[in-house]
């Protein structure tokens, strides 16, 4: 279990990294399939005030979902809700083409905590691959 929230820890931190080398594409334009929920956003990079500030926290936040289950395990319930409403905030500042996988991913690692299968029956690790997809295409 420990393996598996290390590699995914580091599959979703490896994203930004790619990022070092310059840019050759624009991002591309929000997904028409996803819903965005109403938002706050008002522009390309949600609330946040640029697209590196968006890059670096969703994908620190995406990182953190994953590691939900061992502040529960811990017994570090202080952490576990600051972590919870971290999450939450993200999900809100989200831009709207990624706002809604997000705040998919979000849920399932809050309802993780509580129900380990969502962890090791790959729920996470699919609600996980549109963020993935989101960071590769509009953070390198």
């Known amino acids: 279990m420990t393996a598996l929230f290390a590699s995914l820890a580091l599959t979703a931190c490896s994203a930004p990294e790619a990022s070092s080398a310059p840019p050759s594409a624009p991002a591309s334009p929000a997904s028409a399939s996803?819903?965005?929920?109403?938002?706050?956003?008002?522009?390309?990079d949600g609330e946040f005030p640029t697209a590196a500030a968006a890059?670096?926290?969703?994908?620190?936040?995406?990182?953190?979902?994953?590691?939900?289950?061992?502040?529960?395990?811990?017994?570090?319930?202080?952490?576990l809700d600051k972590a919870k409403a971290e999450l939450a905030r993200t999900a809100e500042m989200a831009p709207?083409?990624?706002?809604?996988?997000?705040t998919k991913l979000s849920q399932m690692a809050v309802a993780g905590v509580k129900d380990q299968t969502v962890f090791s029956s790959g729920q996470l690790q699919e609600a996980m691959a549109p963020v993935q997809g989101w960071l590769a295409a509009n953070c390198t």
């Open 34 to 44: 996803a819903t965005p929920s109403p938002s706050r956003s008002s522009g390309p």
């Open 96 to 102: 709207d083409s990624v706002k809604a996988d997000f």
């Open 55 to 79: 890059c670096a926290m969703i994908s620190e936040q995406a990182t953190g979902a994953t590691l939900l289950p061992l502040s529960a395990a811990q017994g570090k319930s202080a952490e």
